[in-house]
C-alpha cells in the first residue's frame, strides 16, 4: 500500500539528528550559537565556524554538553581559502557534512545617499558572497558524497520589506540570499540536497543590541511593526532550523521560512 493511501507511518523520530553532521558559520553568538547547539541537542555534530575563534570555543563547550561532537575553526566567509579550508578541517575531524546553516552576517547602516562603496561591498561579501562561498563548497561535497543534504541559508525580512533607512546594502545582500537559495534549489534537486532559508524579524542578538544601544528609539519601531510585539528570542530560530536539517522536511526545498511574529503580513 501506498502510505499516502492510508498506511501508518512512524514518525515520531523525523526530527532526530543522530548520526548527522553539521557546519554552522556565525556560531560564534547569536543565531549563529543557538543553531549549532540546537542541532546538538537533537543529537548532530557540529562544526563551529566563525571569524571569532575564541566565541567559537565558547560554543563547542555548550554543544560538548549535549554529548555531541563539535569543533571551532576560525574563518572569515569572504575568503575562498579560509572557506575551502573550513570545509576540508570539518570532512577530515568529524567524517563529512550532512548539513549547512549559512548564519554568518553582518550590518553597517547609512542613508543610501551617505553609504560608501566600502560599506556596501562589506556587507554584500559577508552577507551574499559568504553564503555563496559555503554553499559552493559543501554543495560539492555533497554531490561527490552522493548523499544528498540540507543546506539552510540565513536571509531576513530586510529581503522582503522594506525596513529602516540605511540599510540598503543589508536588503540587497538578504534579498540575494534568498534569490539564490531558489535557484540551487533547482539545481541540486537532482543531487538529493534541499536548500532552504530563514528570514527572521529583529532578534535579541549583538547585532540588535548594538544598533538600539545608538538609537535606542529603534527598539520600540521595530516592535511597533511586529503583531507579537516583541522581538525574537534566540531559542526560538532553533524550531524552524530543525525542521528543515531534519527529515521532517524531506519534501521541502527553494523555500523561504518567515519566523517574524506577523511582520511581514502586516506590513
Sequence with gaps: MNPSEG??????NIFDLSGKVALVTGAGSGLGRGIAEGFAQFGADVSIVDYNLETALETVSFVEQHGTRAVAIKCDVTKVDQVKNAVTQTVQKIGKIDILAAVAGI?????????????WDRVIDV???GVWLFDQEVGKHMIENGSGGSIINMASIAGIVGITTGNANYAASKGGVIALTRLLAIEWAKYNIRVNSIAPVQFKTALIRNLVTQKPETEQYFIN???????GE??????PAVFLASSASSMVTGHLLVVDGGNTVAF
Excluded at 7 to 12: C, F, G, P
Design 7 to 12: 498506511m501508518l507511518i512512524d514518525v515520531k
Design 107 to 119: 550590518g553597517d547602516r547609512n542613508p543610501a545617499e551617505k553609504m560608501t562603496l566600502e560599506q
Design 127 to 129: 552577507n551574499l558572497k
Design 225 to 231: 511593526h511586529i503583531p507579537m510585539g516583541r522581538l
Design 234 to 239: 534566540v531559542f526560538e530560530i532553533v524550531g
